[in-house]
């Protein structure tokens, strides 16, 4: 087929008017009539199995459930038809937008054009009923309507945790919830084992983990336990350690549902993974990619949330602005050239639902770089707020950031929100206990 009858066809709604029967005979009007003439043919319709092929002949008297998820789809109609013949399709998988339908009427019509015309449906989620009026006008659509009560994705990252830290006690178990409008609260008493210098991130959709650190402030007493976060936000105690124990790592989401800790410090300088799946398992090592080091930061980006990156940190003989992608299977990807100050002890979280935030850092420095959903580090925005390092940061809102808690030669418990544009606001009075290098993450 050749021409266009172009996009009128994906427009047309309930005040079609429809035609069957012999040429010319209109058996339904706009409106309700439409809804009684899709009613009565419906309960005729012998529904087939998901076709997700690039080609397919249709039978009349059949439905068919569309996919067009990896491909296009061309539909052949029948040869030959009787009036009152119909075939229905429907977009399985809501991606018509992305991978269309063409429908080659076959030498007969199509809604009174001939088949030198192309017959296109470009929206997600609609579903083309048609049926055979007879030679003049061929093949009507009695219903060509997008599916507008399709269900919603539920929001994700709505609130959020900041755990652990140091202080003058000098480690710290207690935890602050964040609200979805991103007020932080007063400490809940700590469950975990108190510690400084750990990380955590998202799992599972909804839930978080902490993991790794330091349990003792008077010299180094590295774990790998962890922590499991329910949906709720509320923190189970400690799960025996699975690879090897460290402390100033970088931690964040990847894969949809999914979390990956990297990097730290064990003794020495590591890059050293450990990945962990959508129940909250935390699995042995993975051997390290990417420049070894420790005091780095880590956040989710992409159109599907489902990719990360780490950056930033100290590689043993100066700080690095160097960077690694992580896809959304969980490898970690070789170093990308850094860009903006390079620095340790900064944070990151995600912001406006893909795209990520680096801020902050040693020695209180303020300033900002945001990563596009391509995972693109951007040069330095000039700070807003306290300038400190030892901060930690997570999403909320669905959509927003928070940087909070930190040290600049004293402990702080500032905070600073972030727009879901990634502008960072400026400093909100500390809530709960003042702290340095305490992790932070989001749960629904």
Request: one cysteine or more; a negative charge.
């Amino acid at each position: 087929m050749s021409g266009i009858i172009g996009s009128r066809l994906n427009v047309r709604g309930s005040g079609l008017v429809s035609k069957l029967g012999t040429d010319g005979q209109v058996l339904t009007s706009a409106g309700a009539g439409i809804q009684s003439a899709f009613e009565d043919v419906a309960g005729g319709v012998s529904w087939q199995a998901v076709e997700t092929g690039s080609t397919m002949t249709a039978v009349a008297g059949n439905g068919y459930p569309i996919d067009t998820t990896s491909n296009a789809c061309t539909i052949t109609l029948p040869a030959s038809a009787s009036n009152g013949d119909q075939i229905v399709f429907t977009d399985y998988a809501r991606t018509w937008g992305t991978n269309k339908i063409i429908i080659d009427s076959n030498g007969l019509n199509y809604q009174g054009d001939d088949d030198s015309y192309t017959v296109e449906y470009t929206t997600d989620g609609q579903s083309v009923n048609i049926v055979y009026s007879g030679s003049t006008n061929g093949w009507i659509p009695i219903e060509d309507d997008t599916v507008t009560d399709a269900p919603a994705a539920p929001s994700l990252n709505e609130e959020g945790i900041f755990g652990g830290g140091g202080a003058a006690t000098p480690e710290l178990g207690v935890t602050n919830l964040v609200s979805s409008v991103g007020v932080v609260g007063t400490d809940v008493a700590a469950v975990m084992t108190a510690r400084y210098e750990l990380a955590a991130c998202e799992y599972g959709n909804d839930k978080a983990i902490f993991g790794f650190g330091n349990t003792d402030g008077s010299g180094p007493v590295l774990t790998g336990a962890t922590n499991l976060v329910s949906n709720a936000g509320v923190v189970a105690t400690d799960v025996s350690a699975v690879g090897t124990a460290r402390r100033s790592l970088g931690a964040c989401s990847y894969g949809g549902d999914k979390g990956i800790f990297a990097f730290g410090n064990t003794g020495s300088y590591t890059a050293v993974s450990n990945l962990v799946s959508n129940a909250g398992v935390v699995a042995t090592d993975v051997t390290g990619v990417g420049t070894a080091r420790r005091d780095s930061a880590a956040c989710e980006y992409s159109t599907n949330k489902d990719k990360a990156i780490f950056g930033y940190g100290h590689d043993g003989s100066a700080v690095t602005a160097v960077s690694n992608l992580v896809s959304n299977a969980g490898v970690v990807a070789t170093d990308v050239t850094g860009v903006g100050t390079a620095r340790q002890y900064p944070a990151a979280c995600g912001y406006g639902g893909d795209k990520g935030i680096f801020g902050y850092g040693y020695s209180a420095l303020s300033m900002t770089n945001l990563v596009s959903n391509a995972g693109v580090v951007g040069t330095d925005v000039t700070g807003v707020g306290t300038g400190r390092g030892y901060t930690a940061a997570t999403q909320y809102g669905g959509d927003k950031g928070i940087f909070g808690y930190g040290a600049n030669g004293g402990y702080q418990s500032v905070t600073n929100l972030v727009s879901n544009t990634g502008v960072v606001g400026t400093d909100v009075t500390g809530v709960g206990t003042a702290r340095y290098s305490p992790a932070a993450c989001s749960f629904n």
